[in-house]
């Protein structure tokens, strides 16, 4: 293989992707790239709890206590008593029976569906959920039907068609989805996990934190145990790192024994680990920053429509601006960064072919202010011609 000709091939299509290197800027939700401070709507931090002064307090003493590392993984000598406190916080959270806790969402969604279904077993995936859900998929060697995004109808005309072949069979989807910040219709994949005789897996990695009346997510306390697994991370709202499980007592014993990426990986450390338990006892004490958050982001939305025309199924703090073709995607990207705001232009394969977006996520840093002049520029770019040249005869304003 010749790597620069690969490279080459990358950028030709407009996806080559870089890192950037923003260094702290002086105030949250704020960063400082080539000198210049800029308003970061990227980041997942969206309650600011990375900087949370309780969570580096729990962090640091953890590390003075307990060292950098749990020196094992789980099933060895690496399972600390943080650990399992953070578990129970975590189920507490939830309402599940149980949790288990894993080195990050990647690693929980890449472990556990191996773990739950194998070559003869069949999945039903949302088209739209996750990279780290789509891997997970392939490691398991299942067979794969896709239905389309959140169409809960799609999903039972497969079920229909196609479960009674299989033994076993999964449903898995996002509560809120990371690209979209759409929701799905959770009421009805219970039902019709429970009328198809299937397990159903829910990743809650953008909702924990800031959806539920505790924070507890997207999927409700009362019909947590109705649903086989919970994922999400520790690296998002709750500003730390890691993932977790809520599950049934059974299923994570099953886990224990079943899930690779928790068997052969070291260990979350004492001070992230602190870092999470910390940030949950926040959330869980003061619901005014996610109510902040959502309804900033609501009259964001609003305002997006008004002024543009773009519209989005957005219900949540992540809303994707969707342009169409990479380059307009890129261009956006520039004039954005141009008048003071870090964005990043997101294409595929991370989302289809022409809905290319500037995928904004809101936190509670954030004020209307800003995003008032983030909508003029927005509008000042879709209503230029060069904008016009760059669409796809289907353009899709809509994601
Ligand atoms: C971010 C994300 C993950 C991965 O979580 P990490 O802890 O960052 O590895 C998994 N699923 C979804 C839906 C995500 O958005």
Redesign the pocket.
């Known amino acids: 293989m010749s790597i620069s000709k690969e490279i080459e091939k990358i950028e030709k299509a407009g996806l080559l992707r870089r890192t950037h290197l923003l260094m702290p800027a002086d105030r949250p939700g704020w960063v400082t790239y080539r000198g210049r401070s800029l308003m970061d709507l990227c980041s ?1 931090d969206y309650l600011c709890l990375s900087h949370h002064p309780d969570l580096i307090d729990a962090s640091c003493r953890a590390s003075r206590t307990g060292g950098c590392s749990a020196r094992a993984s789980r099933l060895m000598s690496g399972t600390l008593e943080v650990h399992e406190r953070l578990e129970t916080a975590v189920a507490r959270l939830k309402n599940s029976e149980a949790a288990l806790v894993l080195g ?6 890449t472990g556990i569906i191996p773990a739950l279904c194998s070559r003869h077993d069949a999945i039903f995936s949302d088209r739209l ?2 990279a ?2 789509m891997d997970g998929i392939q490691l398991s060697r299942a067979r794969l039907f896709r239905y389309r995004h959140r169409d809960t109808g799609h999903l039972r005309q497969l079920l229909e068609t196609h479960r009674q072949d299989y033994p076993n069979a999964l449903i898995i989807s ?1 509560s809120i ?2 690209m979209d910040g759409d929701m799905a219709d959770i009421p009805a994949l219970i039902r019709l996990k429970r009328q198809y005789s299937a397990m159903l897996l829910i ?1 809650d ?2 909702a924990t934190g800031i959806f539920g009346k505790y924070g507890e997510g997207a999927v409700e306390r009362d019909v947590a145990r109705e649903v086989d697994v919970i ?1 999400g ?4 709202a709750l500003g730390s ?3 977790y499980a809520a599950v049934s007592q059974e299923m994570k014993e099953l886990l224990i024994n079943r899930c690779r990426t928790f068997i052969f990986s070291t260990a979350l450390p004492p001070s992230v680990t602190e870092a999470s338990l910390s940030a949950i006892r926040i959330v869980t004490q003061d619901d005014r920053p996610r109510q902040y958050l959502l309804d900033l982001s609501a009259r964001f939305r609003q305002l997006l429509r008004d002024e543009t025309g773009i519209s989005t199924h957005s219900v949540s703090q992540i809303v994707p601006i969707t342009v169409g073709s990479n380059r307009a995607a890129l261009e956006l990207q520039r004039l954005l960064m141009d008048a003071g705001f870090f964005t990043k232009a997101i294409r595929p394969p991370t989302v289809p072919q022409n809905t290319a977006r500037i995928r904004v996520s809101l936190t509670t840093a954030h004020h209307m202010d800003d995003l008032r002049r983030l909508v003029s520029v927005t509008k000042g770019f879709i209503i230029q011609d060069s904008y016009h040249q760059t669409q796809p005869v289907n353009s899709i304003t809509s994601a």
Do not use: C, P, R
């Open positions: 997942n990050s969402g990647y690693l929980a969604n959920n996750h780290s859900i996002e989805f990371s990743d990695a953008h994922t991370t520790f690296g998002k790192y890691g993932a």
